[in-house]
């Protein structure tokens, strides 16, 4: 049997495996809710403009409204012959109220509703992933408060730098994650404006009010071109670049979670709700929620660059291809959702050990700047001659196997007569962080600061 929807010049149904490769409702039945409410949207703004009688209208938006509810309750029967579920609402649609629902179809094609329904449901899920990013941000303000003196190693090529504070440290975190937040409503507000009406890619003769379905659905305007509307996915591709972005950042701290985990760092415990056990070394708590966090930015990305690949080279307007664009998408942004949950989860549980991480900061002659930088400003060096003082003076510690806080001024006078014992109150790793009070710098004053400003700037008090 040909398809009912569209099988008028057909001789002959699909052979099973087109029906396969064809069909999308398998995985666009989650498009439901955005189907019917820019259906209900269209026959409410056809009948408003006379093209649909008022009483064709109600029966549409009444049988839809029992189709949402059939499919909410889950005793719905999706068909794979019908392909996808724009012909699946339709269908249903038909069995309830009969002639009518063919008139729903009126000056619109299902190019120009897939692409709303893509829209709409990629607003919402931007809506609830920055919601979630905001959440997490917030679990991270919290702890960097508790954590504002904590002192622990800060690294470049992950080689001792100079000591910071942890709360500094999760603050970094904050930024990056608000910027995640920024460009995600940026692509946003570029999605916003309705395809609805632009029909199979020319427009349509009938005398249709474009502006009303855009405002019944939330978007800002109608989209100005008929063959951009049908045609475009930048929509999701700049989505999808968002939340690449996002999930990197998830995945480089998700990684600074294991490392800090592990037995030979021990800053952190994460909880036993995060981790799991080995099945032959009992003395084990694997971080396997911070690893798959750390995995999740290859689905994500490989979504992006999936479909930036489907995208090249397709000549305007409309082509199948384009039905590969929701399978990736889907996957990649539920990680996304998965993966900021699990981090807010494991962030709120994560409890540090300050001695730990106090110790492992002096380690490696973390201070020694602190040390060039008192030669320039209490004994008027220049930094670059100070800087080979004290690279003589880690030397010495090093032979003398200790660390900086362990020399004596004699040591400090054997390399350079004009210091004095003023030097001991730098080396310590309280000093060092307590003085980097400049703009954005380290110092537990200025975690504080920056912990309140996000504090009232997430929760709006
Ligand atoms: N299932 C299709 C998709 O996801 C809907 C649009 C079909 N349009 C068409 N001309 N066959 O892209």
């Known amino acids: 049997m040909s398809n009912k929807m569209w099988g008028g010049r057909f001789a002959t149904g699909p052979d099973a495996i087109m029906e396969e490769i064809n069909a999308s409702i398998g995985f666009d039945q989650r498009l439901f809710r955005q189907d019917i409410a820019g259906s209900i949207a269209h026959a409410t703004m056809l ?8 009483e064709d209208r109600d029966a549409i938006v009444a049988g839809l409204t029992e189709v949402l509810a059939e499919i909410e309750g889950g005793t719905f029967t999706f068909s794979r012959a019908l392909e996808d579920i724009h012909m699946n609402v339709e269908s249903r649609l038909r069995e309830k109220i009969g002639d009518a629902a063919g008139r729903l179809h009126t000056a619109r094609s299902r190019n ?4 709303t329904d893509f829209k709409l449901y990629v607003r919402d899920t931007i809506d609830t992933l920055v919601i979630q990013v905001q959440t997490l941000q917030l679990a991270l303000v919290t702890k960097a408060e508790d954590e504002a003196e904590t002192i622990m ?3 470049t ?20 994650l608000g910027r995640d937040a920024g460009r995600l409503l ?10 609805l009406g632009s029909a199979a890619l020319a427009g349509t003769p009938y005398p249709i009010n474009r502006e009303l379905t855009a405002e019944k659905l939330g978007f800002d305007r109608p989209t100005a071109n008929s063959l951009d509307a049908v045609s475009d996915r930048d929509f999701i591709l700049e989505t999808l670049a968002a939340a690449s972005i996002c999930a990197m950042h998830l995945s480089r701290f998700a990684e600074e979670m294991v490392i800090w985990s592990s037995a030979q760092f021990g800053f952190v415990r994460l909880s036993d709700k995060f981790t799991t056990g080995s099945s032959i070394m009992p003395q084990k708590r694997n971080p396997d929620a911070a690893e798959l966090v750390r995995a999740k930015i290859g689905r994500i990305l490989g979504a992006l660059t999936s479909l930036l690949v489907v995208m090249k080279g397709l000549p305007l307007a409309y082509s199948k291809d384009m039905q590969e664009d929701k399978e990736v998408a889907f996957d990649a942004l539920d990680a996304l959702s998965l993966s900021l949950a699990a981090m807010t989860g494991m962030v709120g549980d994560m409890v540090p050990n300050r001695d730990r991480m106090r110790v492992s900061a002096a380690a490696g002659f973390s201070t020694a700047t602190d040390i060039a930088d008192w030669l320039v400003r209490e ?16 030397a010495l ?13 004699e040591d400090f006078k054997f390399i350079d007569q004009r210091i004095d014992s003023r030097i001991h109150k730098v080396l310590t790793v309280e000093a060092s962080v307590a003085a980097r009070k400049s703009y954005g710098g380290t110092a537990p004053s200025n975690v504080l600061a920056q912990a309140a400003r996000w504090k009232s700037a997430l929760t709006g008090e």
Do not use: C, W
């Open 186 to 195: 940026d692509a946003r507000k570029r999605l916003n404006e309705s395809p």
């Open 397 to 409: 510690a090093e032979q003398k196997n200790t660390g900086l806080e362990g020399l004596t001024i």
């Open 112 to 115: 120009d509703q897939v692409a």
């Open 379 to 394: 004994l008027n060096i220049p930094f670059r001659d100070a800087h080979h003082i004290t690279g003589q003076i880690v």
């Open 47 to 54: 009948a408003e403009t006379g093209i649909l009688t008022q």
């Open 157 to 176: 090529h992950l080689q001792s730098a100079q000591p910071v504070t942890f709360g500094h440290h999760l603050l970094a975190y904050v930024e990056m």
């Open 153 to 155: 190693p800060g690294f």
